[in-house]
């Protein structure tokens, strides 16, 4: 069990949260996937300034402190890279190749977005808000610097639950978290979370930038042609955590676990397969079902007969969204939610006990923080400090 992040590249960092370390229902700060486009950038809180300009009626800046003076607002949320699980892809897709860690589940704690914005006074015609971090760099096919940014629409920047966002599991940000500020869209892929967040612009128009029409697009099919769709909110999806892929288990009773997340909905039921697709069953959900946010799956799955197995999930969302069977090409490296298939192989001889202790421990552990946190609202106004966190 890996109890360090899985490094990808290096320079600059994108690394994946060991998921076969995940024992709570809060991905720990340390452990929390990173993604980086470009180098950290280097900030000096004291001269840091988030500007707030476009269409508004009172352009202003806001230091770091009086932003944290502000009324606050904590959501829990699954938050997954666009790109993840693009190593499995054949034939091979660009981009970071990453396998299935590029996601997490956390607290967030931050102003909403709306409130800042209503002080500043959106104009009529406000269509999208520009979000701009510090960091800056280069891509291949695009050798002049530009910054990371991103454009979001002004429903969902107006929601609630949209947070600048301060601190995770109750500790300021960390730098490869977007330290002193990044900007947090619940239920949308990570790409939407604009991080080191200094600049907001409100556009009377459509935002074109390189990260949502070179890169983080997706085709989609429209009839008889196709549309060019900017990658937004995430899709239902599952994992299985336990058994892993080439394992041998014993004949008998064998727990299968995992996690399942469905973007902005609840996960309302994941089903699972021990026949390669053909048939399919309910598994047990355990702990909280809360928008935006992962849940714990397990099964126990009676083999009689020895052989070769492959075992497949599916999520579904609340809204009735189904994790798909196979990869979507007109996705490209995006939105990597199919069924992976996990290969076991089982026998008579094999010492069940050990495995079972392991399952019965990630179970027990994970059920019982998901549980203490259900008493809490999903969102709730509060204080936290630098330190108090999970």
Avoid at 224 to 247: C, N, W
Wanted: net charge negative; aromatic share 8%; with cysteine.
């Amino acid at each position: 069990m890996s109890t360090h992040r899985k490094i990808v590249t290096v320079e600059p960092e994108n690394s994946e949260t060991p998921l076969d370390a995940q024992s709570s229902w809060v991905t720990p700060n340390r452990l929390f996937f990173i993604r980086n486009h470009f180098p950290r950038p280097q900030i000096d809180l004291d001269t840091w300034r988030l500007s707030v300009e476009g269409c508004v009626r009172r352009p202003r800046q806001w230091t770091w402190d009086e932003l944290n003076e502000l009324p606050q607002r904590t959501v829990f949320a699954t938050v997954e890279c666009a790109g993840n699980g693009r190593s499995f892809l054949r034939p091979r897709e660009a981009g970071v190749q990453w396998a299935a860690g590029a996601v997490g589940h956390a607290e967030w704690t931050g102003v909403p977005l709306r409130d800042v914005l209503e002080q500043a006074g959106v104009g009529p015609g406000a269509m999208e808000v520009l979000c701009q971090g510090a960091d800056r760099g280069t891509e291949p096919d695009h050798p002049q610097p530009m910054h990371f940014e991103r454009g979001l629409p002004m429903q969902k920047a107006l929601h609630p639950d949209t947070l600048l966002a301060l601190r995770m599991n109750g500790e300021v940000l960390e730098p490869d978290h977007g330290f002193p500020l990044r900007l947090f869209v619940p239920g949308w892929y990570g790409v939407a979370s604009v991080k080191w967040l200094e600049r907001i612009e409100v556009l009377d128009r459509r935002f074109g930038g390189y990260f949502q029409t070179t890169k983080y697009s997706v085709k989609q099919r429209r009839g008889d042609a196709l549309e060019t769709v900017v990658v937004g909110p995430m899709a239902a999806k599952s994992e299985i955590l336990r058994p892993r892929q080439g394992d041998v288990l014993p004949l008998g009773a064998n727990r299968v676990v995992g996690l399942a997340w469905a973007g902005e909905d609840a996960v309302a039921r994941v089903e699972i397969s021990t026949n390669d697709g053909r048939d399919w069953r309910s598994a047990e959900l355990i702990g909280p079902r809360a928008a935006y946010s992962w849940i714990l799956w397990e099964t126990t799955w009676q083999v009689e007969v020895p052989g070769d197995y492959v075992l497949k999930t599916r999520a579904v969302g609340e809204s009735g969204e189904t994790q798909p069977a196979d990869h979507d090409p007109l996705r490209g490296g995006y939105l990597i939610t199919f069924s992976r298939p996990v290969t076991v192989h089982v026998e008579a001889a094999v010492g069940a006990e050990e495995q079972a202790t392991d399952w019965q421990t990630l179970l027990y552990d994970m059920n019982a923080f998901a549980e203490r946190n259900a008493r809490r609202p999903l969102d709730v106004d509060l204080e936290c400090t630098a330190g108090a966190g999970i």
